[in-house]
C-alpha cells in the first residue's frame, strides 16, 4: 500500500524558515517524480515544487522560486522541502505526492504551515 | 500559465440524480493532460480520473470524465451521499507548471 506522510508543519513568524518531510513507504521511491502541492485557507490547490526520480531536476512556480528547495534521500525514502523567506501568504496545508505521468496519483494527508506574527 | 475555470463552484444534488461539473481551458489542452481529484471533507485529495476519462483504481462506475481541447466535464451518473466532496480538475499540459481549477463543492439535497 502506497503511503505518504508528511511532517514538520507549525507556526512561523514572516521571514522565518522551516523544513518540511514526507516519509514515503509501499513503492520504490527512487523510480517516481515526487511533488509538494498545497491548499490555502480558501481550498484553493497550487503545486508549489517538483523533483525528478533521481533528484537531479527541481522545477517550482515563480511564487517560490530562490525561496523553497525541494530535496530527497532516496536512500531513506523521504521527500523534503526547504522554505525560508516565509510570507503569510505561504500558510497553507502542504501535500506530498507521488508522480503520474503529469498527475499526482497517491497524496499524503498533509502538514499544515502558518505564517503569522 | 493555463487556467482552469470551473463550474458551478457549488451546487446540491439529491440521492439519485445525475450531475455534470465543468472544467474550461485558457487555451487547448490534449486531453490526455486533463485530470480530476476528489476531496472528502477532512481528507487529502484523491485521484479520481485521469487523462479525462480513465477511472482511477478503486472509483465507482457512476464516475465519468469527458472533453477535449478547453472544455471538459465530469459526470457522476447517479448521486450518492458518499459523493459529496470538493472536485478539482487539474492540467499537466504545461510541464512542469501544473495547475488546478478553483474546486466545485457538491452537497446532497
Known amino acids: 500500500e502506497v503511503q505518504l506522510v508528511e511532517s514538520g508543519g507549525g507556526l512561523v513568524k514572516p521571514g522565518g524558515s522551516l523544513k518540511l518531510s514526507c516519509a514515503a513507504s509501499?513503492?520504490?521511491?527512487?523510480?517516481?517524480?515526487m511533488y509538494w502541492v498545497r491548499q490555502t485557507p480558501e481550498k484553493r490547490l497550487e503545486w508549489v515544487a517538483t523533483i525528478s526520480d533521481g533528484g537531479s531536476y527541481t522545477y517550482y512556480p515563480d511564487s517560490v522560486k530562490g525561496r523553497f528547495t525541494i530535496s530527497r534521500d532516496n536512500a531513506k525514502n523521504n521527500l523534503y522541502l526547504q522554505m525560508s523567506s516565509l510570507k503569510s501568504e505561504d500558510t497553507a496545508m502542504y501535500y506530498c505526492a507521488r508522480g503520474g505521468v503529469n498527475y499526482f496519483d497517491y497524496w499524503g494527508q498533509g502538514t499544515t504551515l502558518t505564517v503569522s506574527s | 500559465e493555463i487556467v482552469l475555470t470551473q463550474s458551478p463552484t457549488t451546487m446540491a444534488a439529491s440521492p439519485g440524480e445525475k450531475i455534470t461539473i465543468t472544467c474550461s481551458a485558457s487555451s487547448s489542452i490534449s486531453s490526455n493532460y486533463l485530470h480530476w481529484y476528489q476531496q472528502k471533507p477532512g481528507f487529502s485529495p484523491k485521484l479520481l480520473i485521469y487523462r479525462t476519462s480513465n477511472l482511477a483504481s478503486g472509483v465507482p462506475a457512476r464516475f465519468s470524465g469527458s472533453g477535449s481541447g478547453t472544455s471538459y466535464s465530469l459526470t457522476i451518473g447517479t448521486m450518492e451521499a458518499e459523493d459529496v466532496a470538493t472536485y478539482y480538475c487539474q492540467q499537466g499540459s504545461s510541464i512542469p507548471r501544473y495547475t488546478f481549477g478553483g474546486g466545485t463543492k457538491l452537497e446532497i439535497k
Open positions: 509501499g513503492f520504490t521511491f527512487s523510480d517516481y517524480y
